[in-house]
């Protein structure tokens, strides 16, 4: 049977990638001449490249310019310290690498989000990748930004829908999603009342809309007043004394961390007020670090397909501005079961 795709609006790099059965990036490859060639199979490119002929594809002058430009892509961020962070960082180098473009490593330095944009005016860059720096911007902060690198591809707590004729492409979890999933195993398992550890508690954050959100669909047994505990990111014995408070006075019978480079911190603060982990108190973790599994008890937590931001970031070099939806699977193990 003939395949053909009908469209009103321009055809994507991963409109393509759908028709195709493969992934944007292999489309991107395949397009993208002498390079592809030592990537994809001769029979793919062609077959790909006569799709792109008949569906009237036509490169993105974006995509193009960046080609072009010997200025490298900046991937922005807050810190160097978050295994999480630094391992899409490492994915997202050399998913790049591999299609010719460089990476250029910047961190923030600022504490404040609104000088962001005159920080990143003093470097040349052909595009610019933000990771969790994109919400604390105003609506005229993001049309500079845009204005100055040309695209921007927003990871991590991302605002779709709020940017309408900006150049900005949104890659992020479904954070409502991944919570109600956290929240559901812990209540399958018998746990009455979870605490969620939480920076920002009270900004307008995504993670933090999510959990008031949750409250209001679950009033009876999550409390956003009451169940979300406050934290400073990198203050590690402020989040022990809080967690080991909170132990101590038996609130909660769980704790709901928002990565797991916590859980050690937690692990040590619940065992030090004299409950079991995994039976008095149960631990949830996020992001699924290597180290996890090997906690004692093995921490549940919660994975996210981390190569799908590298996926993304191919995609959206090569023209795409579709809003990429990152896959996430809670792992269940001996900390909450």
Known sequence: MKRFI????R???????????????????????ANGATRVSSSTRARIRQLAE???????????????????VGFVSWRLDNAYENDIKRRVQARLAAGGHELALLTYPGGEVGPLVDWLAGFHLSAVILFDL????????????????????????PEPGEDPGLPATHCDIDVDRVFADVFAHAWACGRRRVAAL??????ASPRVRALQALAARHPGRFDAGRDVIGIEDGDLAGTYARVRALAEARSHDAIFTHHDQLAPVVYKAV???????????????????????????PLTTVRIEREAFAEASAAWLAGSDAAVTVPHALVVRESCR
């Open 271 to 297: 065992a030090d007020a004299g409950l079991r982990l995994g039976s008095d108190l149960a631990v949830i973790g996020m992001d699924d670090l290597p180290q996890s599994a090997y906690l004692m008890p």
């Open 6 to 9: 009908t469209m009103s609006a």
């Open 198 to 203: 939480v920076t920002r508690p009270d900004s």
């Open 54 to 72: 008949q569906a009237g594809y036509r490169p993105s002058e974006h995509a193009r310019a960046m080609r072009r430009s010997r200025h490298p």
């Open 11 to 33: 055809v994507t790099i991963t409109d393509l990638a759908r028709l195709a059965g493969v992934s944007p990036s292999v489309v991107s490859t395949a397009l993208g001449g």
């Open 134 to 157: 994109w919400r604390g911007l105003t609506a005229d902060e993001r049309a500079r930004l845009c204005r100055c690198h040309g695209r921007a591809l927003v990871m991590q707590a």
